[in-house]
């Protein structure tokens, strides 16, 4: 499981900071301003979840399955939550804004709160 958290840690944080490079500078010939503010939260929600992952995988021995399931809920809240803010924004520039997305992120957004909430039972713990 420490693998997996440092895995996906290294790739989401790879990822952020190819997507934020594209929102700056693609993106911005063809965004608007709120636009551009959706697809940096993507970004930013991604790699700060990425860091956490990488925190995870490094600092803890990740063996039960109250942590696997918190590294589940990180690993897929994020493809949820950024994801579908990627897709929302790109399929709007183009006039056909995939609506079918809209409630996935609050979804991802639910799993990455469980995510934490799980971190910090096991902190008071």
Same mark, same amino acid.
């Given at each position: 499981?420490?693998?997996?958290?440092?895995?996906?840690?290294?790739?989401?944080?790879?990822l952020a900071?190819?997507?934020?490079?594209?929102?700056?500078?693609?993106?911005?010939?063809?965004?608007?301003?709120?636009?551009? &503010?959706?697809?940096?939260? @993507?970004?930013?929600?991604?790699?700060?979840?990425? #860091? /956490?992952? !990488?925190?995870? =995988?490094?600092? %803890?021995?990740?063996?039960?399955?109250?942590?696997?399931?918190?590294?589940?809920?990180?690993?897929?809240?994020?493809?949820?939550?950024?994801?579908?803010?990627?897709?929302?924004?790109?399929?709007?520039?183009?006039?056909? &804004?995939?609506r079918f997305? @809209?409630?996935?992120?609050p979804l991802?957004?639910? #799993? /990455?709160? !469980?995510?934490? =909430?799980?971190? %910090?039972?096991?902190?008071?713990?």
């Open positions: 499981m420490v693998g997996v958290a440092q895995f996906f840690g290294a790739l989401f944080g790879m900071i190819i997507f934020g490079a594209f929102g700056a500078h693609a993106l911005k010939k063809i965004c608007n301003e709120d636009q551009l &503010k959706s697809f940096e939260t @993507g970004v930013k929600y991604q790699m700060y979840h990425a #860091l /956490l992952l !990488l925190f995870l =995988g490094f600092n %803890l021995k990740l063996e039960t399955v109250l942590e696997h399931t918190m590294v589940y809920f990180i690993i897929v809240g994020v493809l949820l939550f950024s994801f579908s803010i990627y897709g929302l924004v790109l399929s709007s520039t183009k006039g056909k &804004k995939w997305l @809209g409630p996935i992120t991802g957004g639910v #799993l /990455l709160v !469980l995510g934490w =909430g799980i971190l %910090l039972y096991t902190v008071i713990l």
